[in-house]
């Protein structure tokens, strides 16, 4: 794809950098909130877990009175029951919630690292030591949160949301003002 056809193909966003600005601007901030405030981001992330849970729950549990004669209905019935229940269990405390989410967590980034090292040594694709890099930078985050546990139950999963945030924000920016230069540049002279 030429810059020509870039140009010709973002018309449709010229006018509205300005809107892909101020949506990054808000994620950004929002971010900040959420960076300054980790407990509150934690506590309100899990709640609207469980109650996502809740919620798929009882429409899979609905689901299933539908598809009567279904082979899986029975453990489509379970697995509803099960995620109303265990949302119910997180929205009514939303404190162990994040304790076990927070494990869970620390043993995704150990084990995830460590695969990561082992299939990087193991395949030795091109520039294989970055691999090696991320995943031991992967495993000493599982290992910093697992030692930290439960103290980091307050804290990891709002940080987590905060920096996610943050990134989306500042990448909205700037595609925000790679569209208005695209704009500039698609002006006649």
């Given at each position: 794809?030429?810059?020509?056809?870039?140009?010709?193909?973002?018309?449709?966003?010229?006018?509205?950098?300005?809107?892909?600005?101020?949506?990054?601007?808000?994620?950004?901030?929002?971010?900040?909130?959420?960076?300054?405030?980790?407990?509150?981001?934690?506590?309100?992330?899990?709640?609207?877990?469980?109650?996502?849970?809740?919620?798929?729950?009882?429409?899979?549990?609905?689901?299933?009175?539908?598809?009567?004669?279904?082979?899986?209905?029975?453990?489509?019935?379970?697995?509803?029951?099960?995620?109303?229940?265990?949302?119910?269990?997180?929205?009514?405390?939303?404190?162990?919630?994040?304790?076990?989410?927070?494990?869970?967590?620390?043993?995704?980034?150990?084990?995830?690292?460590?695969?990561?090292?082992?299939?990087?040594?193991?395949?030795?694709?091109?520039?294989?030591?970055?691999?090696?890099?991320?995943?031991?930078?992967?495993?000493?985050?599982?290992?910093?949160?697992?030692?930290?546990?439960?103290?980091?139950?307050?804290?990891?999963?709002?940080?987590?949301?905060?920096?996610?945030?943050?990134?989306?924000?500042?990448?909205?920016?700037?595609?925000?003002?790679?569209a208005r230069e695209i704009s500039k540049?698609?002006?006649?002279?």
């Amino acid at each position: 794809m030429n810059t020509q056809t870039l140009v010709d193909e973002s018309g449709e966003l010229r006018p509205k950098w300005g809107w892909f600005l101020a949506l990054g601007i808000a994620l950004l901030l929002l971010g900040a909130v959420a960076m300054i405030v980790p407990w509150l981001t934690t506590l309100t992330s899990v709640l609207v877990f469980g109650w996502l849970l809740v919620f798929g729950g009882v429409l899979e549990v609905i689901a299933v009175f539908w598809a009567r004669g279904w082979p899986s209905i029975v453990l489509h019935l379970l697995g509803g029951i099960l995620s109303t229940v265990v949302g119910a269990l997180v929205v009514a405390h939303p404190d162990a919630g994040a304790l076990g989410l927070t494990l869970l967590l620390a043993t995704l980034f150990l084990a995830g690292g460590l695969f990561r090292v082992g299939a990087a040594v193991v395949l030795r694709l091109p520039n294989w030591g970055w691999a090696v890099a991320g995943g031991i930078v992967t495993a000493l985050l599982g290992v910093a949160i697992w030692i930290m546990w439960p103290f980091s139950a307050l804290w990891v999963i709002g940080m987590f949301v905060a920096i996610e945030l943050m990134f989306r924000g500042w990448a909205w920016v700037m595609f925000a003002g790679a569209a208005r230069e695209i704009s500039k540049a698609a002006r006649p002279l």
